[in-house]
């Protein structure tokens, strides 16, 4: 069964780096296309992008000037970095396995708050 | 301002069925497979239907899916008040490049 975990620090400051990582578990990182989502506050799900496991990234348009994914097939993981963020980044962070089909398999969510 | 529609809440008795719509277009719900989920604040969005109308193991077929040109719905059947959640559809939308976009949510009230 796959399963995916989120890491990172729950506190940022504004105008820092929001930097996560996402270990998947139990199956391979082939063929899949591993993403970042968020749910703010009183909003809803908010696609933030992903990474094919060929390497090719695909942002948000709203967030690509601040957004990278990146991936280390090694350790099967891969991570997130938001630059520049600001107290509308402050949301649970979600990754996941995204396919043709739909998101079969998500992490658990971990929150991130944008503060000073 | 989300690129698919879902109307904000919908409500219903227990026992009762209830219909939530994801309105898109061509370049997305048009021509691309439609997923719904079903979250509960504090846990982890759940995958009820994918593919436009497949179940995965152990959703329950009281919750069914379908796709008709650009817009998809979900149908609950036998409403409980466990199915108290947001629920958003999602789909590819190829406009542009291949993104990903989710519906705004609906909020569901069982009664």
């Known amino acids: 069964q796959v399963q995916l975990q989120e890491s990172g620090p729950g506190l940022v400051k504004p105008s820092e780096t929001l930097s996560l990582t996402c270990t998947v578990s139990?199956?391979?990182?082939?063929?899949?296309?591993w993403s970042w989502i968020r749910h703010p506050p009183g909003k809803g799900l908010e696609w933030i992008g992903y990474?094919?496991?060929?390497?090719?990234?695909n942002y948000n348009p709203s967030l690509k000037n601040r957004v990278t994914i990146s991936l280390d097939p090694s350790k099967i993981q891969f991570s997130l970095r938001l630059s520049s963020v600001t107290a509308a980044d402050t949301a649970v962070y979600y990754c996941?396995?995204?396919?043709?089909?739909?998101?079969?398999?998500w992490g658990q969510g971990t929150r991130v708050a944008v503060s000073s | 301002q989300s690129v698919l529609t879902q109307p904000p809440s919908v409500s219903a008795a227990p026992g009762q069925k209830v219909t939530i719509s994801c309105a898109g277009s061509r370049s997305n719900i048009g021509s691309n497979y439609v997923s719904w989920y079903q979250h509960v604040q504090g846990t982890a969005p759940k995958v009820l239907i994918y593919?436009?109308?497949k179940r995965p193991s152990g959703i329950p077929d009281r919750f069914s899916g379908s796709k008709s040109g650009t817009s998809a719905t979900l149908d609950i059947t036998g409403l409980q008040t466990g199915d108290e959640a947001d629920y958003y559809c999602?789909?590819?939308?190829?406009?542009?490049?291949?993104?990903?976009?989710f519906g705004g949510g609906t909020k569901l009230t069982v009664l």
């Open positions: 593919e436009n109308n």
């Open positions: 996941a396995r995204l396919a043709a089909g739909g998101i079969g398999h």
């Open positions: 999602g789909t590819w939308d190829s406009s542009l490049s291949a993104d990903w976009v």
């Open positions: 990474i094919y496991y060929t390497g090719s990234t």
């Open positions: 139990g199956g391979s990182i082939s063929s899949y296309y």
